[in-house]
């Protein structure tokens, strides 16, 4: 008796241990992940003031941020290259018309002097929408982060 006693505490105390070990799971979303965290820090702020500028239509804005040699990529292999140009290419394609970008999924990194942040975007130019995936590479001159290289890439055919 005091063995069977001993035998199905010892299964309830495992069984209770197991359960308990097991825990809550996470939340999930697609793909059996848990949802990221938001991404904070210097360079996240960042990458939201440039979408603020563009959605402000403030030209001035990025005339301080591109570096010299930036290059600007799109997803058929074009690339722009050079200060003035990107610059050009912000104004006449971003800037013009009052296009509002919104962005998700934003994630940043970052090392001494370089950095990086990614995110889907969404441009809506009056009813015509694009979305797609950007990455925004930075390199730190002195003590301000510039840009030097932005991938673009359109989630379908067709340009702005």
């Known amino acids: 008796m005091k063995r069977s ?21 996470p ?3 697609g793909g059996g992940m848990a949802a990221p965290p938001v991404a904070t820090g ?4 960042l990458a939201n003031a440039q979408i603020a500028a563009i959605n402000k239509g403030d030209a001035t804005f990025f005339d301080s941020q591109l570096g010299d040699q930036v290059v600007w990529f799109d997803e058929d292999g074009h690339a722009i290259a050079g200060k003035d140009r990107v610059s050009n290419f912000i ?6 018309g009052g296009k509002k970008v919104t962005i998700t999924g934003l994630r940043v990194g970052n090392s001494n002097d370089g950095a990086w942040a990614g995110y889907q975007y969404t441009i809506d130019a009056g009813g015509a929408q694009k979305k797609g995936t950007q990455t ?3 390199q730190k001159v002195g003590a301000d982060w510039k840009i030097v290289m932005i991938h673009g890439a359109a989630n379908a055919a067709g340009h702005m």
């Open 136 to 138: 925004v590479v930075y």
């Open 42 to 45: 210097p360079i996240a702020d």
């Open 27 to 29: 939340p999930q979303r």
């Open 91 to 96: 104004k006449t394609k971003l800037l013009a």
């Open 5 to 25: 006693l001993f035998l199905i505490s010892l299964i309830t105390v495992l069984a209770v241990g197991l359960a308990l070990a097991q825990g809550t799971p």
